[in-house]
C-alpha cells in the first residue's frame, strides 16, 4: 500500500485505537483512585470456573490488541472485567501454578521451575492449595487439563483437594505424555493434537452434569506451549501458523464452556476467570512489553486476566489496578468464604476491585525470581506497583530462557541496578535510576527486608548473588555487545555518568 498522507493519517487513526496501545499505557489516576464505597458481595457463593493457558502471551488475545480470532474471550471481557496490570507470580510453568494455587511464592513450596517426568517430588505436600480451601467448604472439585505439580501418586490432583481429575502432568514438550484419569493411565503417550477438545468435551459434562452443589473447576489449556497444537477442525484455519490455530481452539473451548454454564441456567451463579501462567515462549505475542517466558522483564510477568459473572460483575470495565497470580487464593477465599490457610500469605485480598472498587492494593512489593540457573533460586526484580528495580540478570548479558550466545548460565548482580517506571515505560526502555535515588534505595531495602523470610537456600543464594558482580562492559539489560573485542569495563559511559 502506497504511504501517501492518507494512508499515513488511518494508520496513525487505527495505531491510536488500538486495545494493544491503550491497555499497554493506562493512565496513573485510574488505578490509585480512592473507593468512596465498600462493595458487598452476593450472599450466596458462586461456582468457580478458573481457566489458565500454558505459554499465552499477554498480546495474544483481540481484546489485548492481537489480530488473533478469539471472539469467546472477547466476548467475556466485554460482559466482565479485563485487567491491564495482572502478573504472574513466576516466569516458568510449575514454580507460576504454584503460586496460583497457594497463593504462595513457588520458592516457598519446593517448586523453582519446571518439574520433569517422573520427579521424586512436587509442591510441596505440606501446603494448601486452593482446592483444598473448596473442597473443606463443601464445594465439588475438578481438575482438568496440565498439572505440573509433581507427577508422583501424592502429587497428583486427587491427592491435593480435587475430587476428580482429567488430564495429562506435565508440559507438551515432554515424553511420554500420558493422559491420566484421577490416578490412573488411560493412555501412555496420549495424542497431543486432541487434548483441547478433550479437555473441553470433559468440562462441559461436569457442567452439565452439576447438581446443583457449588463447584470449583480448574481448567488447564496445555497450549500454545510449543510444540503447539490443534485439532483438524482448527489446523492451518487462522493464518497465524500452529501457535495461532492453538490459540483458536482454546477460545472455542472457551466458548463451549460458557455455553454449557448458560444452558445450566448457571450464569448469575458463576464467576469465571481466563489467564495464562506467564509470558510466551518462542512464539506468541508479549504486546508492546519486552522479554518473553522466563524473562524476568515483563513480557515474562505480565499476563491476560479476564473474568465474567453476570449480574455481579460490571460489562465491560477495564481494571488498571496491580494484581497477580498470588492474589487468587485470598481472592477467592474472601469471595467464597473459605477458610484461609495456616501459612503467611504473599498475595492480597482484592475482591473489592471485583466490585469495581480501583485502588492501591496495600501488599508488600512483589519479587520477580529467574529460572535461569542456580535452580531457579536467584531474584532478579522487586517491584512496589508502577516501579520497577532490576538487580541482577543472566551472568553474560543472558536475558531470555535459550539465550545460548555466551555459553554462560546463572545470574550476576548488577554494579548499577536499574529502574523503570512501567506504567511510563511498559517496554522498560529506559533505565530512570539515576533520577530516583531514593525509590532505589527504598526497595533495595524492601529486597533485604524480605529475603529472610524465605528458606535458608535462597537466602544463600541471595548473599551469593550479590558477590558475583555483573560486567560492566555490557550496558545493564542489553544482551552481550555481540562484535570486536569487549569494551574496556565501563567505557560505554562517561566516567561522570557512572
Known amino acids: ?65 492481537s489480530k488473533l480470532p478469539t471472539p469467546h474471550i472477547d466476548a467475556m471481557a466485554a460482559d466482565g472485567l479485563r485487567f491491564t496490570r495482572y502478573n504472574s507470580a513466576h516466569p516458568i510453568c510449575s514454580a507460576s501454578r504454584a503460586a496460583l494455587l497457594t497463593g504462595r511464592y513457588g520458592l516457598r ?79 501412555e503417550d496420549t495424542d497431543r493434537e486432541v487434548l483441547t477438545p478433550r479437555y473441553t468435551e470433559e468440562a462441559v459434562k461436569y457442567i452439565e452434569q452439576s447438581d446443583g452443589s457449588p463447584f470449583f473447576m480448574y481448567f488447564a489449556f496445555s497450549y ?80 491476560p486476566f479476564v473474568a465474567e459473572w453476570p449480574g455481579t460483575l460490571s460489562p465491560g470495565k477495564v481494571v488498571d489496578t496491580w494484581c497477580s497470580h498470588l492474589d487468587i487464593l485470598p481472592t477467592l477465599s474472601a469471595l467464597c468464604s473459605l477458610p484461609l490457610p495456616p501459612k503467611p ?10 466490585g469495581g472498587c480501583e485502588k492501591t492494593l496495600e501488599r508488600k512489593p512483589l519479587l520477580y525470581f529467574s529460572p535461569m540457573g542456580n535452580h531457579g533460586l536467584d531474584v532478579h526484580c522487586i517491584r512496589d506497583q508502577e516501579w520497577k528495580l532490576r538487580v541482577a540478570q543472566g551472568i553474560k548479558g543472558e536475558i531470555y530462557l535459550n539465550d545460548r550466545t555466551t ?8 554494579q548499577h541496578p536499574e529502574l523503570y517506571n512501567i506504567v511510563q515505560d511498559p517496554a522498560e526502555s529506559y533505565d530512570v535510576a539515576k533520577l530516583h535515588p531514593e525509590i532505589v534505595a527504598k526497595l533495595l531495602q524492601d529486597l533485604e527486608a524480605q529475603m529472610p523470610s524465605f ?38 559511559e562517561p566516567e561522570d555518568r557512572r
Not at 448457571?266 to 517466558?293: A, E, M, N, V
Not at 500469605?345 to 471485583?354: A, C, K
Not at 555459553?407 to 548488577?414: F, I, V
Not at 535462597?458 to 548473588?465: D, R, S, T, W
Open 407 to 414: 555459553g554462560a548460565r546463572g545470574s550476576a548482580w548488577l
Open 455 to 492: 528458606h535458608p537456600q535462597v537466602v544463600e543464594a541471595y548473599a551469593q548473588l550479590k558477590q558475583t558482580k555483573g560486567d560492566i562492559s555490557t550496558p545493564p539489560g542489553a544482551s552481550p555487545r555481540p562484535f570486536g573485542a569487549p569494551l574496556s569495563p565501563g567505557s560505554w
Open 109 to 187: 513450596c519446593n517448586t523453582t521451575g519446571a518439574f520433569g517426568p517422573h520427579s521424586p517430588t512436587g509442591t510441596s505436600l505440606d501446603e494448601t492449595l486452593l482446592s483444598n480451601l473448596f473442597h473443606a467448604r463443601g464445594y465439588k472439585t475438578k481438575a482438568i487439563g496440565k498439572w505440573h505439580l509433581g507427577d508422583a501418586p501424592e502429587y497428583l490432583p486427587t491427592s491435593r483437594g480435587f475430587d476428580s481429575y482429567y488430564g495429562v502432568p506435565y508440559s507438551v514438550d515432554m515424553k511420554p505424555l500420558p493422559l491420566i484419569r484421577d490416578k490412573t493411565i488411560l493412555e
Open 1 to 65: 500500500m502506497p504511504f501517501d498522507r492518507r494512508n499515513f493519517v488511518k494508520y496513525l487513526t487505527a495505531s491510536f485505537a488500538a486495545p494493544a496501545v491503550t491497555s499497554a499505557l493506562p493512565s496513573v489516576a485510574s488505578s490509585t483512585q480512592a473507593c468512596n464505597s465498600v462493595w458487598r458481595r452476593p450472599e450466596r457463593s458462586p461456582n468457580v470456573i478458573l481457566m489458565i493457558c500454558d505459554d499465552l502471551g499477554y498480546g495474544d488475545l483481540g481484546c489485548y490488541g
Open 224 to 303: 500454545p506451549h510449543d510444540p503447539a497444537r490443534a485439532s483438524s477442525r482448527f489446523r492451518d484455519k487462522t493464518g497465524f501458523g500452529n501457535s495461532g490455530d492453538a490459540i483458536a481452539e482454546i477460545d472455542w473451548g472457551v466458548g463451549e464452556i460458557l455455553r454449557a454454564v448458560e444452558r445450566k441456567g448457571l450464569s448469575s451463579d458463576t464467576l469465571i476467570c481466563f489467564t495464562s501462567d506467564h509470558g510466551p515462549w518462542y512464539q506468541g505475542s508479549p504486546g508492546l512489553l519486552r522479554g518473553r517466558k522466563a524473562s524476568t522483564f515483563e513480557g515474562g510477568f505480565r499476563v
Open 345 to 354: 500469605l504473599d498475595g492480597v485480598d482484592f475482591s473489592q476491585v471485583f
